[in-house]
């Protein structure tokens, strides 16, 4: 049902439990520029303000309990005077934006966690005080080791000893069309969690024995980059009727001609690009140390390019922000990550993968004769055997460069 624009929303109700915080929702709103949804997410909050007062609740009382109550007890059987919005997903965005507001505001209580959620946050912080890993080997190996802990204890208090090596060996080889690389990653998140419980005094090394090692010949496969033509269409993949095309084509040429990540790129700022020596800072990520880079003229252009025509306004100081609600707030790597894919569907091409453009950097390095401490630089790798995987060549390869026999019949 479609909120008729001529209908008044009984927003000055003061009976309504939500009254007093329905001008500061609807602030927040205009501050994300939520405008296209705003009036339905009012709606759905005033509804939900009515249905607290029937109930007995007080705006302190809320929590996902008593929002899950609203979402599957009462919108199903809603007889409230009409209209009101009775989508399950809209009112479910809705009362998830007022929960968030009313957080900060400090109206109700943020969650406490459960044991598991403070296990992996103590986990986190070890991973980050002790290895030093990135955020985003972080992210992944905490969503594995929570499925880890929920499979094995539930909502019950976490007892490594109980868990049984035959366990661990099923969860890391998962299903059988997981790939050895898949295994390869559940393995070593299990692996760096054990090694924390082993630093808390637990004796777990039965259980690390337990881990799987699939085989793994590294130097099988050769690192795949674009050639250059393939590189110029993906450039000029960007052109004015892709939405967004400006910053689509911004983050493309930070990630093939400075080689960033996603995450490096999502995490740049305006105070990281220094235009009068011509230099950006890319901040500790990864390598766990900052490094600073000459900045291409192409790669420069294209940013300013998209700072001065098509970047919202906002005082955010990222250099990449949303251009869809909340506007102006920093992108994440996903968004980087689509800007690209987006570009290899426009193409008809079937990549799917962003670390290419990595690789693509890499080989016109060796290309150019670049020595290979400039490459590792270049590339933010913390030892040259890393970038020295791009040296290797394949037999097809070798083939097309290949001198006649001596004493061949042509």
Same mark, same amino acid.
């Given at each position: ?80 005077? @009409? ?10 965005? /809705? ?70 090596? $035959? ?109 009068? /020596? ?10 766990? @140390? ?7 003229? /192409?790669?420069? /252009? ?30 994440? @790597? ?17 990549? $799917? ?58």
């Amino acid at each position: 049902m479609h909120l008729p624009s001529h209908f008044q929303l009984r927003t000055a109700d003061p009976a309504n439990v939500l009254a007093s915080f329905l001008c500061s929702y609807n602030e927040y709103f205009e501050v994300a520029r939520y405008r296209s949804k705003q009036r339905r997410y009012l709606a759905s909050v005033v509804h939900f303000g009515q249905w607290l007062r029937a109930e007995g609740y007080a705006a302190t009382s809320i929590s996902e309990a008593v929002i899950v109550r609203f979402l599957s007890c009462h919108l199903p059987r809603c007889d409230c005077q @009409r209209p009101v919005p009775l989508g399950l997903i809209e009112n479910r965005a /809705a009362l998830n934006h007022l929960v968030r507001l009313l957080r900060t505001q400090g109206i109700v209580a943020r969650p406490t966690g459960d044991e598991i959620t403070r296990e992996l946050a103590h986990f986190d912080t070890k991973m980050t005080e002790v290895w030093g890993l990135s955020e985003g080997t972080r992210d992944h190996r905490i969503r594995i080791i929570r499925r880890l802990l929920k499979a094995q204890f539930g909502s019950r208090s976490i007892e490594i000893s109980l868990i049984t090596p $035959t366990a661990i060996r099923r969860f890391v080889l998962g299903d059988v069309d997981w790939s050895p690389s898949t295994v390869r990653v559940m393995g070593g998140a299990v692996r760096c969690y054990f090694r924390y419980r082993e630093l808390l005094g637990d004796d777990i090394a039965h259980l690390l024995q337990a881990v799987p090692r699939p085989a793994y010949w590294r130097d099988t496969i050769l690192p795949v980059g674009l050639s250059p033509d393939e590189l110029e269409q993906l450039f000029g993949a960007f052109d004015a009727a892709c939405r967004s095309h400006r910053r689509g084509y911004a983050i493309v040429r930070c990630l093939a001609d400075l080689g960033l990540r996603s995450s490096e790129v999502a995490k740049l700022t305006l105070d990281d690009i220094d235009w009068q /020596a011509g230099t950006v800072t890319i901040a500790a990520g990864k390598a766990r @140390r900052a490094d600073v880079l000459p900045l291409p003229t /192409a790669t420069g /252009a294209a940013i300013v390019d998209y700072l001065m025509h098509e970047r919202p306004k906002t005082m955010c100081r990222a250099v990449f922000v949303r251009h869809v609600a909340p506007l102006g707030e920093p992108v994440g @790597r996903r968004v980087v990550q689509k800007a690209l894919h987006a570009a290899y569907r426009r193409l008809g091409w079937d990549r $799917t993968r962003v670390h290419i453009l990595r690789h693509t950097l890499a080989s016109r390095l060796i290309n150019a004769g670049t020595p290979m401490k400039q490459i590792a630089d270049v590339l933010r790798h913390r030892s040259i055997v890393t970038s020295a995987t791009y040296t290797r060549v394949d037999a097809s390869r070798l083939s097309t460069v290949a001198l006649p026999w001596p004493g061949d019949v042509a």
